[in-house]
């Protein structure tokens, strides 16, 4: 990862693929006069042009090389320091298609533009102070935000509320140890009194709140695999297409239809579920079919909640046994399928993992499946409904960071409790002070900077 900021950088910024419009994007010192050189207006050009701020000018790309015309665009000059990185900005819009946005790219490149890596428009918004380390995280959380909730969360992120909350808790950490090292350096000083145990004590209560909601502020963001499992027969894939709303699986009588690992993502109350729709579990001498029971076992083994899936309608199979013992353990879900047909089981005839919730449903008709969708919100929440205002923690990384610094504000309190030395208590505030300013990167180092950009995709 480069961290130069006097060179100017080019990318395309939309998705490949074929679409109307496609955008390339510069920025840097040479962005504006890598415009006038190969962009030729339809009205007013001529080597006195310079294009208007903000606006919209029609035209083409002109190989200045060679004279030849590149697309036809709509160009845009974004001026300092009003622009996504603080720096000059130009935007070409062209066609959609892989070929001409090669083309463009390769022409500005040639003009002296450098292929930006990925994330670095970003990076540049970072290091040039429009955006703090949690905001641009937030950035890549908004591109991939998979429900309506993981997308106002990362969009609550970005607008700087999870940041406010930091920089305050962070702020009163620095008061705190500015007033410790005063009396470590100026002992002979009258040093005006603080109260540092309440200030300390206010301090981990705001960390705490933070933490409270965090395992559920990260599954907005990541969302939660979900595999539903069974022998052969018992309606798997009738079950997902039902959850779907739409046909995604083969549905036959045939046992064994299923032979590899389906995932499909659906939206539970705002998390993103990922289901996991796996071939039945049984024995089998089909080596074709051998491989899809292994992969299903890996399935379970990866899965954050699985779903075991038994026909309601015939008595429980050695197979049925066999699967439940290979998910002992696990958080599970027991779903009682074809409730729609004469039943012989009933959830209080189900023996086996008596933990987990029994849901009654048939993929068939759709009943019970609104039951299922509310099981599976509840276990993987805790039954605890997600906050609506106010900063949420979506990001493994602030979590920890958090955690971290939490823990050293408390080491802090039983050292000063304990009568000792300010020294020893500043070493735990520095520490906490530190994690903190790592989720906004006052203290972010250039390894975690790399890490975290290399994330995204070229041209954002």
Known sequence: MQYALDDTIAAIATPVGEGGIGIVRLSGPEALPILRRVFRPARGGGPSWRPRPRHLTYGHVIDPETGTPVDEVMAVYLRAPHT?????????????????????????LAQGARLAEPGEMTLRAFLNGRLDLAQAEAVLDVV?????????????????????????????????????????DFPEDDVPPQAIAPELEAVARHLDELLRHADRGILLREGVRVAIVGRPNVGKSSLLNRLLRHDRAIVTDVPGTTRDVLEETLNVRGIP????????IRHTEDVVEAIGVERSRAAIA???????????????????????GEIEGRPAIVVLNKVDLPTVLTPETVPFLPEAPRVCLSAATGEGIETLEETIFA?????????????????PRHKAALQQALAHVRAALETYHAGLPPD????????????????????????????IFSRFCIGK
């Open 273 to 280: 579920v990922v289901v996991v729709d796996t071939a039945g």
């Open 84 to 108: 996504y990185t603080r720096q000059d900005m130009v935007e070409l819009h062209g066609h959609g298609g892989f070929v001409p946005l090669r083309a463009l790219l390769s022409v500005v």
């Open 379 to 395: 276990l993987v929440t805790g039954g605890q409904v997600m906050p609506a205002h106010g900063a949420l923690v979506t990001n």
């Open 424 to 451: 020893l208590i500043t070493v735990d505030l520095h520490a906490a002070v530190n994690r903190l300013g790592e989720i906004t990167g006052e203290t972010a180092t250039e390894d975690l900077l790399e890490t």
């Open 144 to 184: 991939r935000a998979r429900t309506e909730a993981g997308l106002q969360a990362a969009l609550h992120q970005l607008g700087g509320h999870l940041s406010a909350e930091i920089k305050a808790a962070r702020q009163r950490v620095l008061d705190v140890l500015a007033h410790l090292t005063a009396l470590i």
């Open 302 to 324: 990866h899965a954050d909640l699985v779903v075991l899936v038994v026909d309601a309608s015939q008595p429980l199979t050695p197979e049925d046994r066999a699967i439940a």
